[in-house]
């Protein structure tokens, strides 16, 4: 009956979506879109009721702004994806995913009392076409691989407790890509991402994707040629530049993902970078704080304090509405404060790597439970999930929400606890080796973050997945600055 239901209300919101997206594209006249967007805030609203009201009605003053980022970035979107491509999306990210899978997801939070995800990591593969310096991908060695199988059971076990949002890590996870596509097909209402090197993805890939019209790419690149190529190996910056090129002419929505470093943080910020990637037809990405992680892993090449008070800054002032560029940077480290804090451990989001052990973050290789021995139900209940869970938020200053980089002390002691072990087969990195290597950082982090945090006042957003009430180990949290 369920199902049945599902499939009834899947297919009112495709003629819905159907209907608004042409609506949408057959003007460029602001005031009309705006009508439009406020038509789908206010359907929004009718579907969750008044738990959204706040929200909705906050983005329906946005819609009003022509100038507004995350308008802009919609904007481009329907005006360059193709159509049938935008659609799809609408209806996987907006109405499963959004709309249908979080009230799924808030339901299981408080049935199963564990983190249950909005997005689940995979590593289809650990292999790669490349060997890009400071890449952890290839020392997980370059063997282990999920079959179909694992992964039809993560997504599959995933959307039951309402994750219809999948990235694909790596490796390289087009190496896979049969059965990539074979698993977009499959689940037919769900998103994927692949983070991917692009150079791998071709003519033919792209007419599938068209077709399937559940599949982004968020293309990693790192500045100039030369920044770009000092670390990825000649050729590579040529080979995003006609993946890029493909993507645009197909109308598939993509994005870019960056690893900020001491060495090439003003490269990647750029606004000629910006410029090219816009032009290039990309209006968004994810920067990723370079992370110690792994033992050949270079601490050097994390920033300096002023570095990163340095992103912190550019990347608000590309979101800010002067800025005439129109691309919208998400700063995974830094815009803690958008979201609560540390998203891992099923919060928000976990990683399975390509042995299928669960590790509560991309960056966090440690486990105590996989997916060929548990569901996805019992991963998220495990010791080392439920320390997440009972932990968060490991700090109240969102500029410090990481157990590891500024908390070190909190992973060495979660690890240790709960027995978990390292993933990292080719070269095991002990939990003190790795929290040694942040401790010094954190401390000369701590000041800068704690003036910049106190400069002004921040709202408890309305809604946090976490309580202070639920926890049962307050010491694993670094409570620093009471909820206000
Ligand atoms: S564990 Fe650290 S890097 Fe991972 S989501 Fe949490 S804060 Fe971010």
Known sequence: MENFTHAVERKAMAFVIDKLINNVSQTDDYEKRAEVYEEIADIALKFYGDEAKETLESIKTYVRNPENKWMRLINHVIDEANPEYAKKMLLNLGYESFFK???TIRENREKYHCNIPWLILFDPTSACNMHCVGCWSGTYGHKSSLSFEDMDKIVTEGKALGAHLYMLTGGEPMVRKNDVLRLCEKHDDCFFAAYTNSTLIDEDLCKKVQKLGNLTFML???????????????????????????????????????????????????????RMLTDKGAYFGFYFHFMPVGNNAVPELMPTPDQRMYMIRRIREIRSEENPIPFFPMDFQNDGEYVGGCIAGGRNYFHINSNGDAEPCVFIHFSDTNIHTHSILEMLKSPLFMAYHEGQPFNRNHLRPCPMLENPELLRRIVKETNAHQTNEESPEEVDHLCDKCTDYAEAWKPYAEEEWNREEHKKPSYENYTEEKRLHPELAAFEHPVS
């Open 101 to 103: 899978g979080t009230k």
């Open 220 to 274: 990693s690149i790192e500045g100039t040629p030369d920044t770009n190529d000092a670390r990825r190996g000649a050729g590579h910056y040529g080979s995003v530049m006609k993946a890029m090129d493909l993507l645009k002419e197909y109308g598939i929505v993509f994005g870019t993902s960056v690893c900020y470093t001491r060495a090439n943080i003003e490269a990647v910020t750029s606004d000629d970078f910006f």
